[in-house]
């Protein structure tokens, strides 16, 4: 009934959904950088 794949899936895409991103990463040091007017 519990799949060991199925496991592995859904502890992959929760890694995934909650990793930042490239997009995350460059606001957040544009942001620490040069503050709001950056």
Known sequence: MFDAGFAA???AAAALVLAPGPDTV???SAGAAGGQRA
């Open 9 to 11: 899936f859904v502890t």
């Open 26 to 28: 460059f606001v957040l």
